[in-house]
Protein backbone atom coordinates (compact mmCIF):
# COMPACT_ATOMS: atom_id res chain seq x y z
CA UNK A 1 0.00 0.00 0.00
CA UNK A 2 1.24 3.48 -1.00
CA UNK A 3 1.81 5.87 2.05
CA UNK A 4 -0.95 8.23 -0.25
CA UNK A 5 -4.01 5.75 0.62
CA UNK A 6 -3.17 5.28 3.82
CA UNK A 7 -5.53 7.95 4.64
CA UNK A 8 -8.99 8.56 2.86
CA UNK A 9 -10.57 11.33 1.32
CA UNK A 10 -12.60 11.95 4.45
CA UNK A 11 -9.89 11.37 7.05
CA UNK A 12 -7.89 14.09 4.65
CA UNK A 13 -10.61 16.53 5.07
CA UNK A 14 -11.08 16.69 8.65
CA UNK A 15 -7.41 16.89 9.41
CA UNK A 16 -6.51 19.62 6.51
CA UNK A 17 -9.80 21.36 8.92
CA UNK A 18 -8.15 21.24 11.99
CA UNK A 19 -5.07 21.95 10.88
CA UNK A 20 -6.56 25.43 9.10
CA UNK A 21 -8.08 26.12 12.28
CA UNK A 22 -4.76 25.42 14.20
CA UNK A 23 -3.22 27.71 12.27
CA UNK A 24 -5.67 30.45 12.33
CA UNK A 25 -5.62 30.15 16.13
CA UNK A 26 -1.48 30.42 15.76
CA UNK A 27 -1.46 27.50 17.82
CA UNK A 28 1.18 24.70 17.17
CA UNK A 29 1.13 20.86 17.02
CA UNK A 30 2.02 21.01 20.80
CA UNK A 31 -0.79 23.22 21.63
CA UNK A 32 -3.27 20.30 20.21
CA UNK A 33 -1.06 17.38 22.10
CA UNK A 34 -1.55 19.24 25.86
CA UNK A 35 -5.07 19.67 24.88
CA UNK A 36 -6.11 16.14 23.68
CA UNK A 37 -3.46 14.39 26.37
CA UNK A 38 -1.65 13.18 23.71
CA UNK A 39 1.74 12.99 22.42
CA UNK A 40 3.41 16.06 19.97
CA UNK A 41 4.08 12.62 17.69
CA UNK A 42 1.06 11.65 17.73
CA UNK A 43 -0.36 15.29 16.30
CA UNK A 44 2.65 15.03 13.78
CA UNK A 45 1.68 11.42 12.42
CA UNK A 46 -1.97 12.47 12.47
CA UNK A 47 -1.11 15.63 9.80
CA UNK A 48 1.58 13.33 7.90
CA UNK A 49 0.99 11.33 5.14
CA UNK A 50 3.13 8.42 6.23
CA UNK A 51 1.10 7.70 9.09
CA UNK A 52 -2.31 5.98 9.72
CA UNK A 53 -2.79 7.78 12.60
CA UNK A 54 -6.25 10.57 12.74
CA UNK A 55 -8.72 11.82 14.97
CA UNK A 56 -11.13 9.96 16.56
CA UNK A 57 -14.44 11.06 17.41
CA UNK A 58 -13.53 11.91 21.11
CA UNK A 59 -10.42 14.06 20.02
CA UNK A 60 -12.96 16.32 17.11
CA UNK A 61 -15.23 16.77 20.55
CA UNK A 62 -11.92 17.93 22.40
CA UNK A 63 -10.60 19.87 19.16
CA UNK A 64 -14.33 21.92 19.12
CA UNK A 65 -14.33 22.74 22.63
CA UNK A 66 -11.03 24.34 22.00
CA UNK A 67 -11.98 25.80 19.05
CA UNK A 68 -15.04 26.80 19.95
CA UNK A 69 -16.96 25.73 17.36
CA UNK A 70 -19.43 22.36 16.62
CA UNK A 71 -17.61 18.78 15.74
CA UNK A 72 -19.73 18.89 12.89
CA UNK A 73 -17.77 21.90 11.66
CA UNK A 74 -14.78 19.29 10.80
CA UNK A 75 -17.11 17.41 8.13
CA UNK A 76 -17.48 18.04 4.39
CA UNK A 77 -21.18 19.59 3.52
CA UNK A 78 -21.36 16.46 1.35
CA UNK A 79 -20.51 13.26 1.07
CA UNK A 80 -16.80 13.05 -0.20
Do not use: T
Amino acid sequence: MSSKNLKSKIDWFIISQVKEMRLQLALEQDDLAIHLGVSNGFIGQIESPNFRAKYNNNHLNELAKLFMCSPRDFFPEKPL
